[in-house]
């Protein structure tokens, strides 16, 4: 029997504005976490799910166990262990920032199924409700401009003039002059703002709704300095395990750049200012 149809009570709980999300208790009496939305959006649990499985399979931070997801009679969910919230530890953010750090350098070839591993996922996903392209790529620049950029760019030409567009071209046919290729892949969770860092039962930090793909490390870096700023002591940590380079923060705004057009792309003109001060930057 399906885990939804076990399900005899749920409630409406915080869980971001794409999905609906619950707590459910099950006929056993144990407690679950649901996500819902329209049958026709099942894709996006599937892909939530993929990305949860391959951080989990790190064994370096904590992330819910996928219970369950696809189709209900009218609706999508995915079901996830639920995490019941606890006090956080007084090492929380040094925990965090050596946790991310590991599952940052822990191969990634497993993605894959191979030794090695290629910049990109071996499906697409989201970032938020927007496809995000995981075409593999032996190239980090490459696959950054083709599968990152490009994309975002194309879809928020009608706020462009003549003058940005021919800004944003040369920033793509020059982007290797200001990203550099990392020694690896790494793991990413895709989209590590702090509403997607949760404290769990064991009172160190958990990570959730994933855009996952393997990348440039600095890339979730950079998503948690977008909007808001983690505390000092989580970078230092961060840095004990798995070096940040000196040249990182001359890069960091073109990875917000990805986000931002995003943000454009879905939320409207209110980020195109951003987006122009940081395409004005780098050309």
């Known amino acids: 029997m399906a885990i939804v149809d076990k399900i005899v009570r749920r ?4 869980g971001g504005d794409i999905n609906k999300a619950w707590r459910a208790e099950l006929k056993d009496g144990s407690v679950v976490f649901m996500k819902t939305n329209a049958p026709e959006n099942a894709a996006f649990f599937e892909a939530e799910a993929k990305g949860l499985e391959a951080m989990r399979a790190t064994k370096t931070i904590g992330i819910p166990e996928v ?47 191979k030794s090695t591993a290629l910049f990109g996922f071996p ?12 075409t593999p790529s032996a190239s980090w ?32 046919d020059n982007l290797g002059s200001f990203l550099e290729e990392p020694a690896a892949p790494s793991l990413l969770h895709g989209d590590l703002w702090s509403g997607n860092i949760l404290c769990g039962p064991d ?25 808001s700023q983690l505390p000092s002591s989580f970078y230092s ?4 395990v798995n070096a940040i380079s000196p040249e990182y923060t001359d890069r960091r705004d073109l990875y917000h750049l990805y986000q931002l057009l995003n943000h454009l792309n879905m939320f409207g003109s209110g980020y195109l200012g951003e987006v122009i001060s940081i395409l004005n930057e780098y050309v």
């Open 237 to 240: 940590a961060y840095n004990e």
């Open 203 to 227: 009172g160190k930090a958990w990570i959730l709704d994933p855009a996952c793909y393997c990348g440039h490390a600095e890339v979730d870096l950079a998503m948690t300095q977008l909007f």
């Open 11 to 14: 409630e409406r709980i915080y």
């Open 67 to 113: 219970l369950e997801y696809g189709v209900a009679e009218d609706y999508s969910y995915l079901v996830l262990e639920y995490l019941k919230p606890a006090p956080k530890r007084p090492d929380y953010w040094e925990t965090f920032g050596r946790e991310l750090a590991k599952m940052h350098k822990a191969p990634a070839g497993a993605v894959w199924g």
């Open 141 to 172: 620049v490459d696959f950054y401009r083709d599968c990152r950029l490009v994309p975002q760019i194309k879809m928020a030409d009608h706020y462009f003039d003549t003058a940005t567009r021919a800004k944003f071209t040369k920033l793509l």
């Open 123 to 134: 499906s697409d996903n989201f970032i938020g409700y927007t496809k995000q392209m995981n």
